[in-house]
């Protein structure tokens, strides 16, 4: 379903914002930002902008319309209502992540629960699309710069 430049551009602000809470707290709690694993995948990958375009563009589309597409759509028609959804589509997408701690992977799951509330509140995963590549755009990014200043 087609969506709104409004929406669209609040999807935009809105990611950032969530990103610099969640960057900020990872901060504040004295953790490192892109954890090792971001870090040893990116330092290994043959073709950099392969890498990036399975990450900002690929896998974005393949796990929304996974899970905020089909399994979201199926599980909004029981009796779980919208929190049902929300959660076990966002524990499912979150357990895709095992590669992280449970500190990012708590932070996935929360990020989960918004793309979900994005979903319901736009009937449309274009916005989820967007916001899920330019999470991971930014993660990338941050990757990056890590790795260049190593």
């Known amino acids: 379903r087609r969506t709104s430049a409004k929406?669209?551009?609040?999807?935009?602000?809105?990611?950032?914002?969530?990103?610099?809470?969640?960057?900020?707290l990872t901060w504040m709690l004295d953790r490192d930002v892109v954890p090792e694993f971001m870090i040893e995948v990116y330092s290994s990958a043959r073709i950099v902008p392969l890498f990036w375009l399975a990450l900002v563009v690929a896998a974005p589309l393949l796990e929304e319309i996974v899970f905020r597409g089909f399994l979201?759509?199926?599980?909004?028609?029981?009796?779980?209502?919208?929190?049902?959804?929300?959660?076990?589509?966002s524990f499912l997408w979150a357990s895709l992540h095992l590669q992280y701690d449970l500190y990012f992977?708590?932070?996935?799951?929360?990020?989960?629960?918004?793309l979900s509330a994005v979903r319901h509140a736009t009937g449309?995963?274009?916005p989820c699309i967007l916001i899920h590549g330019l999470m991971n755009f930014v993660?990338?990014?941050?990757?990056?710069?890590?790795?260049?200043?190593?």
Request: proline share 3%; aromatic share 4%; no cysteine.
């Open 72 to 89: 979201h759509q199926g599980l909004i028609h029981t009796r779980l209502g919208l929190p049902g959804p929300a959660i076990i589509t």
């Open 124 to 126: 449309s995963i274009l």
């Open 105 to 114: 992977i708590t932070i996935i799951f929360v990020g989960g629960t918004l």
């Open 139 to 150: 993660a990338t990014l941050e990757v990056a710069w890590v790795v260049a200043s190593e």
């Open 7 to 24: 929406v669209i551009v609040a999807s935009i602000v809105g990611t950032l914002l969530f990103i610099a809470a969640t960057d900020g």
